[in-house]
């Protein structure tokens, strides 16, 4: 009876993550989608709690569950609703390493368990074997690279890359692959060592994985992991005989190798190119190029232009993100619009440090959704704009991108930031952007650099424009 | 070659499921807009975190002299409860971005 009931647990658990995952796509629909998918995990979740058993034996240790679920559920509450916007990728790459970690320790805790077993005389099953790997490795390297992916996102790691990394990258993995294969054949578990080397393999193969991959691809390369945990958490489900373990888990993993083809999509980047052509290893094609001068507008002069044109185009980059200038801009925006100047958003596909991060960011600070204008729709816009305010965007309106087969980014689409009348470029610095190439609007004819804090420099215009 | 044959046959069902599923996967996400990646990135993640079952199944199980399943397995469920919980409210936080704009 009470198995029944797990099971019909179990079918609910997998058709709302399918459902769930099906609303994520849509906008209408998107959050109930995620609420649903939640209602199903938490089902799944107590139902396993209560009603699982194995040889007709109920699960114990209870106050040891129930204080790890509260700790687990206190901790990731408190962090998910402290994050500042901005730091959302970060967040999503964190997590998705505790999940990564959480089924490379549910391997070692197997591991050890079959190991005694085999000892004491029991034969063991190979295809277990094969499957307590599988999850090791795919999630140790899914929570050393989440790891990386977070401390580059939030700075804290630089971009590090040695000659010949991919051939050691090919060594590590051969070796991981052949001590597994080895262990798995052999049935010599009383190696227990040679378990914990491939552990150990594991973590280093995640570090260097992501360590030479630019911080702008970081959202293609959580994207990838975030799938590599999913396929981890799908060999628990073969370990355990677990069917909403097995559909949850692979679904993520194929919806979240998808996605990441989709992304890479987006940035008209083949996905073999984000992984081993990393950035600025083989920029030396044009960035010695002309340097050249680039001029400045002043606060008033900028106050001035914006308030007497008749349309502007607003280019919001990971520099208004940084700054939390999200509100401020939607003040500029609204005053522009109390004069008569109709302004628009041009919204790059991976502007920020993710895709549809700056929607976000921009909902956030209720700016109206029919001003947000697509790349697609803004390129026709441009020519008709009179200014154009770029705040912290760099690389998604470098035209070399469009003009400079030698450049990193070539191929890329970009906004047409050119096509206007007049570009103004709120920046902090000439430091180039993440892909860490020069951007070559920034000195043509058309283009002022506005320097500062994009909030600051958003709050100056403000009261400018209020004192017209 | 006749134990992976077993192996297979044993577990037929659990394959078909993972065949199935992985065009499930490729077909529920089909033509998602470029706005909602980043959610949809992040549920997705929150949804992997179904792993914590396999993190309950070993902490149930184990016997109170194991210390090590013991403390990797509680170890095992905070991580797997921080991945579910954070992560759906991560982007529960996201989304809710997105409602108020009609």
Known sequence: MELNILIICYLIGSVTFIIGLKMLSHPESARNGNLIAAAGMAISIFATIFLYEEEGLKLGNYIWIFSALIIGTILGTMAAKRVKMTAMPEMVSLFNGMGGACAALISIVEFDHLSHQIQAGATADRGILLIIF???????????????AWGKLNGKIKDFSFNGQHIVNLVIFGVIIALSAYLIISLDTAANTLFYVVFA?????????????????????????????????AFGGFLYDNPVMLTGGILVGSAGTILTILMCKAMNRPLSNVLIGSFGGSSAGSSGKEQGAYKEISISDSAVVMSYAKRVMIVPGYGLAVAQAQHVCHELEKLLCDKGVEVNYAIHPVAGRMPGHMNVLLAEADVDYAKLL???????????????????????????????????IYGMPVLDVELSKLVIINKRSMNPGYAGIENELFFQPKSSMLFGDAKSVLQQLVTEIKTL | MDE???????????????????????????????????????????????????????????????????????????????????????????????????
């Open chain 1, 134 to 148: 599988a999850g090791l490795i795919i999630g140790t390297i899914s929570f050393a690279g989440s790891m990386v």
């Open chain 1, 201 to 233: 393999l594991s973590v280093v193969y995640g570090l260097l994985f992501v360590f030479p991959i630019g911080g702008a691809d970081m959202p293609v390369v959580i994207s990838l992991l975030n799938s590599f945990t999913g396929v981890a958490a």
């Open chain 1, 374 to 408: 697509e790349m697609e729709q803004a390129n026709e816009e441009f020519p008709m704009t009179d200014v154009v305010l770029i705040l912290g965007a760099n690389d998604v309106v470098n035209p070399a991108a469009k003009t400079d087969p030698g450049s990193p």
């Open chain 2, 4 to 102: 992976t044959l077993n192996w297979l046959s044993q577990h037929q069902q659990m394959i078909y499921i993972v065949i199935l599923s992985v065009f499930l996967g490729i077909e529920v996400i089909g033509r998602v807009p470029s706005v909602l990646h980043t959610p949809l990135m992040s549920g997705a993640n929150a949804i992997h975190g179904v792993v914590i079952i396999g993190a309950i199944i070993v902490m149930g199980k184990a016997e109170s002299e194991n210390l090590l399943a013991l403390v990797l397995g509680f170890l095992a469920v905070i991580l797997g409860t921080l991945n579910v919980v954070g992560g759906f409210v991560v982007t529960d936080r996201m989304l809710e971005m997105f409602k108020k704009k009609k």
